[in-house]
């Protein structure tokens, strides 16, 4: 089992409408990562969370640490958000900063 | 200011050769890791440079080597290339280390083996 797990692996859904994408993990951490990458392989960082809830624009991410569970929404979606969205973790207790990375879900937005 | 900048964008190899990838962190940036990202699956973690000193190495074997330099900047040298290297291979900079910082990502040098 990955220590890092995303649901849905694959998402389509009509613009507007209102998207949620969750990540569970089963280690420490000191903190999440949500990403975005799109098909030209490039990496946007979207939040860093090590509690409660944060929101940029149209995008809120909140975790949940005694769950062990976080998850990104968007509101009124657009074709433009079409991307890959990736949750990463870095573990607690110290050592490297090297995140451990869910598979990332698929997201379409239809016109 | 620019970003993290990696080079090659593509790369076409043999089994059995050797490469090297460069990566430019962002001005200021002290911290380097790699990241390996086989198609359909996420990145995998397989170095970190602060310092010029590699602190942290994911489950790699030894043919994957890395260095940085006193401007930060870093190389990573896969030796005797493997059909299963092809991937695409991230750089992300930080500020620092040991500490949550965000992680700026480049857009990676594709490398296909045949």
């Known amino acids: 089992k990955n220590e890092v797990e995303q649901s849905p692996q694959n998402l389509t859904a009509q613009e507007g409408e209102f998207i949620t994408i969750n990540c569970s993990y089963s280690v420490g951490i000191s903190a999440l990562h949500w990403l975005q990458q799109h098909p030209g392989g490039g990496i946007v960082s979207l939040f860093m969370?090590?509690?409660g809830k944060k929101k940029h624009g149209r995008l809120i991410a909140t975790i949940n640490i005694q769950e062990k569970h976080s998850s990104l929404h968007i509101t009124a979606s657009h074709p433009r958000d079409s991307a890959v969205y990736i949750c990463?973790?870095?573990?607690?207790?110290?050592?490297?900063?090297?995140?451990?990375f869910g598979k990332g879900t698929h997201l379409i937005i239809q016109p | 200011d620019a970003g993290v900048t990696q080079s090659p964008t593509h790369l076409i190899k043999t089994r059995g050769q050797q490469v090297t990838l460069r990566c430019s962190p962002i001005?200021?940036?002290?911290?380097v890791s790699w990241y390996q990202q086989v198609l359909g699956q996420g990145p995998q973690f397989i170095f970190q440079?602060?310092?010029?000193?590699?602190?942290g190495r994911g489950n790699f074997p030894d043919r994957f080597s890395a260095r940085q330099f006193p401007n930060y900047s870093s190389e990573l040298n896969v030796n005797a290339l493997l059909l299963g290297d092809s991937a695409l291979y991230l750089c992300?900079?930080?500020?620092?280390?040991?500490?949550?910082?965000?992680?700026?990502f480049g857009d990676g040098t594709r490398l296909s083996i045949l």
């Open positions: 990463a973790v870095r573990r607690s207790g110290g050592g490297a900063d090297g995140l451990t």
């Open positions: 001005s200021g940036h002290k911290s």
């Open positions: 440079y602060y310092e010029k000193e590699e602190r």
């Open positions: 992300a900079s930080s500020l620092l280390s040991g500490r949550n910082q965000p992680q700026h």
């Open positions: 969370l090590s509690s």
